[in-house]
């Protein structure tokens, strides 16, 4: 057999070796996705939301609504650095109730939901704007809209203690729903400031006492 | 002249003939008439002609209207499905046939019922709200199933404000008892239900009630939540919401309509009799 020829057949061995063994980790890395999909919004955050870590951070016991059962939210005892700015620290809690619910079925917010700005006004108002994701993944319902929307309020509420009020936005803007269902047109009470002077003679100036832990959360004002 | 008496007399025999059948005729129209209104036999045929006037049936020939008119509203259609099962389960189909199967059964407690669509349409919020704000008497009563929750179980809901922000009151300042409506000022229509909001609680408990006879499992208390679909309705309104469209077996959607109608009848019924008036 003439040198070249050889030569040839070596490279050419040596080619299908090569391809084999890329071939194969292709499959596994192929596999590995298909088995752990990641949404874009998901990988967006990866990239563009790293845990928030800010100068002040301390670690502190912080407590995050989950659901806890079919149609209410519990809290549950985290051990998070949390910063003593109150709109990080807002932020901080919220990655934390998006991201880390300790098993899926407590999941209240869409995986992919993120965060896309958190301010606070002088009057106490938390302005909480989040992606589409919040509304285009939430699953239809009474029941699962509630518990969303409960599960952002009771752990700001019970978090960051200067909030009176939560506003929810996606993308910037005001929608009517949540999924259909929960007005978003309104304000939700977050630590609601004591009346200084006799209320007004309005129906719902005194409201019953909530029948549930969450009722308070799912209330919201329009102006 | 004798020749044109005969005459005479002839003509009046024969118009007398005329007339006979006719009055058989009456009287077998107007036996016919009672056994449909009243469900009876017609006495037998007589050669004696029927009386002039008979006493009206006492079966109910249609239903009473003995309460308020109840507008239920299909929740989601068109574009907007609602809910979807993996077996095929879409809100907005399923609530359609729940409301006529509810409806059926209120008309024949003696309601007047009107739904906000009676297709695959989809009226607007506000749409669904000015067809129950155009009644006096009236309750808004949305239905709707859910993605989630416990299957088999159903839950009312009122709407429940937030606490009032700083700032001027949002209703009239006519509005002189808690939870009465102003009587002759105009409301906001961003908040039209908040005089109503008592009376929406009571009648979501009523519901509750029977809806836990009905459903096991359901809670027996019911929630103030922030619903759309609520906030404009200037009457007492409540959502109900079944668990869910993610049901094994789809027949065991169409199985909780029955049900779902007798509960909503019936606590109609218990929220008239305990005082209700058409502001509470």
Redesign the interface.
Known sequence: MPRNIKFALSILGIAVLIGLVSLRGMHERIQHLSENPKSEDQARREVLAPPISTPTDVKVQAKIFWAAG??RVAPVMVQLSLSADAVQRSKQVLEELISSPPTPEQRTLPADATILGFYILS?GTAIADFSDALVTEM??????E?MAVDSIAQTLESNVASLH?LKILIHGQEV??LA????L?????LN??P?QSP???????S??A???A??PA?????? | MRTFCSFVIFVIALALLNLRPEKRAFAETTAQEQTQQTGQQPPPATSQPAPPQQAPPLAPAAPVHVGPVVVLDPGHGGTDSGARGGTGAIEKDIVLQYAHVVRSELEREGFRVVLTRDDDSNPSYDDRAAMANTYHDVVFVSLHISTTGTVGTARAYYYRFASAPAGPPAISETTTAPNAPPAASLLVWEQAQQPYVEGSRRLADALQGELAQRFAGSPITTSGVAIRELRSVAAPAVAVELSSVSVADPNSLSAMAAPLAAAIARGLQVFRSTGSTPEN
């Not at chain 1, 699953?139 to 699962?144: F, L, V």
């Not at chain 1, 259909?180 to 007005?183: A, K, L």
């Not at chain 1, 799912?218 to 102006?223: A, F, G, K, T, Y």
């Open positions: 079919a149609d009057d699953p239809s319902g009474i029941s699962s509630t009020r009517e729903t259909g269902h929960i007005d047109t309104g304000f939700f009470d609601p400031v009346p209320a007004p003679a309005q129906g719902t100036a409201p019953p909530p029948n549930s969450a009722a799912s209330n919201p004002q329009r102006h």
